[in-house]
C-alpha cells in the first residue's frame, strides 16, 4: 500500500516509533529510523527490519532536542512523504520543584522538534501534492496529570501545532493528525512495574490492572501493532479526509 513512499519516524530505536516503523515497513515505505545515538546496534535494528520486511529501512542519527539536527534529519533522508513525529522523553515533579533544564528538554524533544521537522518536509510534501504528518501525542494532549506539567504542555502544544499545520496544508494532499496513546506497554513502562510491586506490595498483574491502568477504563495496555496499524490507515486513501484532528487509542481514557 506504501510502497514507492518514504517515511521517517523519529525517535524510533525502541518502543512505539520502532513499532510504527516495523508497521509502515510491511505496508511497503521506504524506513528511516532515528534517534541521538550512532551505535552499530542502531543500525543492525534497521538491517533486521529490512530483512523481516523486505522494505528499505535505514538509520539516521539525529538528536531531535537540537533544531539543526531535526532539520539535518529530514535533509539526510532526502525529504520524505511520511513523517511520524514519535520521540518523546517524560519527567514527574510538581510544578515549583520542576527542573529547569528538564522542562527545556521535554519542550524541545516532545514539541518543537515536530516543529522543525514538518517545516524541513512541508516543501517535498507540497512539490508532490502528497504527504502524512503524523503526531504521536498523547491523552495528554487532551486531558492533564499532576506532576507532568511539561509533559502535559508539551503534547497539548503538539495537538495545537497538528491542528494548525492541517489548516496551513489542506486541500494540498497533505494532512496532518495526531494520535493520542493511553498507557502502552513500552520497554519504558514495562520497567516502571517491578518498583510498582514493591511500592504496592502487589502482583504483577495487581499492579497494572489497579496502579497503572487505573485510568484505562480497558484496564488493558494499547500495544505498539496497535499504534503503527493506526498510523498506516492514516496513511491510507480511507483517510485522506481525515486531518488536523486527534485519534484516541486510550482504551477509553479521555471518554471519562
Ligand atoms: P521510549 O522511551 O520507548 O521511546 C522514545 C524514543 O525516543 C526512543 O527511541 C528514544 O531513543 C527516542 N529519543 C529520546 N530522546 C531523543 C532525542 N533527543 N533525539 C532523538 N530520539 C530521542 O518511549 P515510548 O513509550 O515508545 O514513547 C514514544 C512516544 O509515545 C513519546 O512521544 C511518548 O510521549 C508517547 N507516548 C507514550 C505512551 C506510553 O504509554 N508508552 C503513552 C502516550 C504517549
Known sequence: MLAGKTAIVTGSNSGIGLGVAIELAKAGAAVVINSFTDREEDHALAAQIAAETGAPVRYIAADMSKGDDCRALVEKA??????????????????????????????????????????????????????????????????????????????????????????????????CNAICPGYVLTPLVEAQIPDQMKVHNMDRDTVIREVMLQRQPSRQFATVEQMGGTAVFLCSDAAAQITGTTISVDGGWTAL
Open 78 to 175: 532526502g525529504g520524505c512523504d511520511i513523517l511520524v513525529n514519535n520521540a518523546g522523553i517524560q519527567y514527574v515533579a510538581a510544578v515549583d520543584e520542576f527542573p529547569v533544564e528538564k522542562w527545556n528538554a521535554i519542550l524541545a524533544i516532545n514539541l518543537s522538534s515536530a516543529f522543525h521537522t514538518t517545516a524541513a518536509a512541508l516543501p517535498g510534501m507540497k512539490a508532490k501534492g502528497w504527504g502524512r504528518i503524523v503526531n504521536i501525542a498523547s491523552a495528554h494532549g487532551l486531558t492533564a496529570s499532576p506532576f507532568k506539567s511539561a509533559y502535559v504542555a508539551a503534547k497539548h502544544g503538539v495537538v495545537g501545532l497538528t491542528k494548525t499545520v492541517a489548516l496551513e496544508v489542506a486541500g494540498q494532499g497533505i494532512t
